[in-house]
């Protein structure tokens, strides 16, 4: 390299030293600044993280916040389902029970009385089964509502459950103030429930029981105000009793007896019997009312006064009514096939049977299966039944006379005794009731019923049939002024099916001169 050369190289390095130092001075600086940059956006992004972290924290603790509060609702939720009745909002049988716990523990500690009421709504199932459960539930809430309204505040009133409610009362000084309470409660029932545009009355039996009187315990109480009640409903419903101890007694024989009941169909230990309808103009037998017996291997025959009333209650009326419905058709056949003259065979039905669904379907299986002609069949129910809902009555009534089955009002008089109202139904024949035949020859006042039923239900083209002749003088009373049937023990007791064909076969005639008691 010549000496220029080296002098080039060396005035060069001489200048690119100081570029060198100047660049990396720059770049440390540089590098300075952004390493101050990365800690800038470090310690931004660190609060961008607290940020986002202290605001999930707040959702969370809203989410967490939301939760409970829906936790607290569906507790609380379940505390109402677990004491209170979801339909009335009054207490139900769990909470009852633990109130009138309290209520004796505090009366043992103060010395006085609690009265415990339990309530049954009269008829109830006859709004269900006739306007189903929708006007049953309104009746329900209506009478939670009653009850709520006539009671202290401090009172305790409970639904048990169906058409059952209860009442605690506390700090009670005596039987009469409880009575006067269950006398205002009845009051407040005496009004009736709009539902569908018409008014029904639902009334109350009510039994008492009272602490310490009756029982110490909160069990012994339930059972007698329950028995109590009981005992209302056989005093004709209505009413309220307060519990006696030969009511025990009474309900333990109801239950043997309902026990007996109930195998009784099973058993075949039912039977009919048949008593005359005689036409008053020639003194023939023209029909015959089934009448049912019931002949227990142990008592011998049951009268229906004992039993009736209990098979009601229960609801066996059903298929004991559906088994005599099927025995009285057979049997009427069975006399035709025997050769003996047919007769119309009058079946009562109760209220149960005539209210259930499927009524005329039961009647055409018994008429089916019994190879019996509808005309020859008389079904009869009661003049309070009929107008216990007057427009379902009258239509189960239609589908019966399309059927060409007849009907009966039984033991008219005693119920609403409105001629002029029964010609909106399909009546065929109304039955005074014996109350008003026993009299006729001595009562001026029973005397002018019968004769003005019998004018009046002939004008609207509807038979009559006295209940209940015993006497030559009633004969010819209800024969004088154009009654047209009568039945009674002056004709014949009820008879066996064997002994009422025998009857016929007899061609017996129950003449005005000649009138015998058959035997």
């Known amino acids: 390299m010549s000496r220029a050369t080296a002098r080039a190289v060396v005035d060069l390095d001489m200048k690119l030293t100081p570029l060198a130092e100047e660049y990396s001075l720059a770049l440390g600086a540089a590098a300075r600044r952004l390493t101050l940059l990365i800690s800038i956006a470090g310690g931004l992004l660190s609060l961008a993280l607290v940020a986002g972290a202290v605001l999930l924290t707040r959702r969370t603790l809203a989410r967490l916040h939301a939760a409970d509060a829906q936790r607290r ?148 109480l339930i059972r007698r105000a329950d028995t109590a009640m009981y005992q209302a409903k056989s005093e004709g419903r209505d009413n309220f009793q307060f519990y006696m101890p030969d009511m025990s007694v009474a309900a333990s024989e109801r239950l043997t007896l309902e026990g007996s009941l109930r195998r009784a169909l099973e058993r075949g230990e039912f039977t009919l019997h048949y008593q005359p309808v005689v036409r008053l103009a020639d003194g023939e037998i023209a029909s015959a009312e089934a009448l049912l017996r019931w002949r227990h291997p142990q008592n011998g025959l049951v009268p229906p006064g004992r039993f009736i009333a209990v098979a009601e209650q229960t609801g066996l009326i059903v298929p004991i009514g559906d088994w005599v419905l099927q025995e009285a058709c057979a049997q009427a056949k069975r006399w035709q096939l025997a050769g003996l003259r047919p007769l119309r065979v009058a079946v009562n039905l109760s209220a149960r049977q005539f209210r259930k669904a499927g009524l005329a379907e039961s009647i055409r299986a018994a008429l089916r299966s019994s190879g019996l002609e509808s005309k020859w069949l008389t079904l009869e129910i009661t003049e309070s039944l009929l107008m216990d809902n007057a427009a379902a009555s009258g239509a189960v009534l239609k589908s019966l006379q399309e059927m060409g089955v007849s009907m009966a009002l039984d033991d008219f008089g005693t119920g609403y005794s409105s001629l002029a109202y029964l010609k909106h139904f399909p009546i065929d024949i109304i039955k005074i009731d014996r109350s008003f035949v026993r009299d006729i020859a001595s009562d001026a006042d029973d005397a002018a019923i019968v004769r003005a039923t019998i004018g009046l239900a002939a004008s609207l083209g509807i038979q009559t049939t006295a209940e209940g002749v015993e006497t030559g003088e009633q004969l010819e009373y209800l024969r004088a002024h154009g009654c047209r049937y009568a039945q009674g023990y002056l004709f014949s007791v009820p008879l066996a099916a064997e002994e009422f064909g025998a009857l016929l076969a007899q061609g017996r005639r129950f003449g005005s001169g000649t009138v015998k008691l058959a035997g």
């Open 73 to 220: 609702e569906a507790e609380a939720q379940l505390a109402q389902l677990a004491h209170y009745d979801a339909l009335t909002g009054l207490p139900n049988r769990s909470l009852f029970q633990d109130r009138l716990g309290q209520a004796i523990a505090r009366a043992h500690r103060s010395e006085r009385l609690v009265a415990l009421m339990f309530l049954d709504l009269d008829r109830f199932k006859e709004v269900n089964d006739t306007l189903g459960h929708e006007a049953g539930d309104r009746v329900l809430k209506e009478a939670a509502a009653r009850l709520r309204t006539h009671l202290r505040e401090g009172d305790s009133v409970a639904r048990l459950g169906g058409d059952e409610f209860t009442v605690i009362l506390e700090d009670v000084e005596g039987s009469d103030q409880v009575r006067g309470v269950a006398q205002k409660l009845m009051r407040a029932f005496a009004e009736p429930v709009a539902l569908e545009g018409r008014d029904f009355f639902v009334t109350l039996s009510v039994g008492i029981a009272l602490y310490p009187r009756d029982g110490s315990q909160a069990e012994t």
